[in-house]
């Protein structure tokens, strides 16, 4: 079956550094999504990823969708503390007898130092 | 803004009982989806449902699970009779389309079974 492999597991930054999480599927998506989760909290739609090679910015930001729509990158400019918790990729395959369901990545918990 | 409402927050159960989690979906949406969280693992995807039944579901969804959506308003998951291994957390989510649209999660029901 379709799996969403994300690294890295973990990261540990200062504030004011940058922090990249990585996704690859194991199949090509219809789109893919970013999620975050709060220690304690459900996933919260971040943005979604349509197009090959399609890149979005919020903020500090960056996602980017690869152009065969295999892999997608979060890039976060200058990390500060609001942005701890886990980043999730979450690969959405439409088509057959398949209606919206997401596949999630393992999570990228990211953890801010002031 | 509109969200999806998850009761209740937390259920203990002795394994072997029934239990039955209630979601409240949004109100114009039309595909309802069931994920479960083990404690520190990614979001796994249980099953989808669309015009009154199951579109798709996982491996996991077996025999002792089932969806309902009794009156229009709720969406209900029903586990026959718990294992110990179905602890975690259960989101629900809500999408007005399949492609191209987020899903709205719950804020979970927490399920430990002793």
């Known amino acids: 079956g379709q799996q969403v492999m994300q690294i890295p597991q973990y990261q540990h930054v200062q504030e004011g550094e940058d922090f990249t999480t990585y996704c690859n599927s194991s199949t090509t998506l219809s789109n893919i999504q970013w999620y975050k989760q709060r220690p304690g909290g459900h996933p919260v739609f971040l943005i979604q990823l349509v197009k090959s090679g399609e890149v979005k910015k919020q903020k500090r930001l960056t996602f980017q969708f690869g152009e065969a729509k295999k892999n997608s990158s979060l890039h976060i400019t200058a990390t500060q503390t609001t942005d701890v918790g886990t980043y999730f990729c979450a690969g959405l395959k439409v088509g057959g007898t398949s209606y919206g369901k997401l596949t999630f990545g393992q999570g990228t918990i990211l953890t801010v130092h002031p | 803004e509109p969200e999806v409402t998850q009761t209740p927050s937390h259920q203990v159960t002795q394994m072997g009982q029934e239990v039955i989690l209630r979601c409240v979906p949004i109100s114009n949406h039309l595909y309802f989806y069931w994920y479960r969280q083990i404690l520190g693992q990614k979001v796994e995807f249980l099953v989808s449902f669309y015009n009154n039944e199951i579109s798709e579901k996982s491996e996991i969804f077996d025999d002792q699970f089932s969806v309902e959506r009794p009156d229009g308003s709720n969406f209900t998951l029903k586990i026959r009779s718990t294992k110990l291994e179905d602890s975690a957390m259960y989101f629900c989510?809500?999408?007005?389309?399949?492609?191209?649209?987020?899903?709205?999660f719950g804020q979970g029901t927490r399920l430990t079974v002793v």
């Open positions: 989510a809500s999408s007005r389309r399949t492609l191209n649209t987020e899903a709205f």
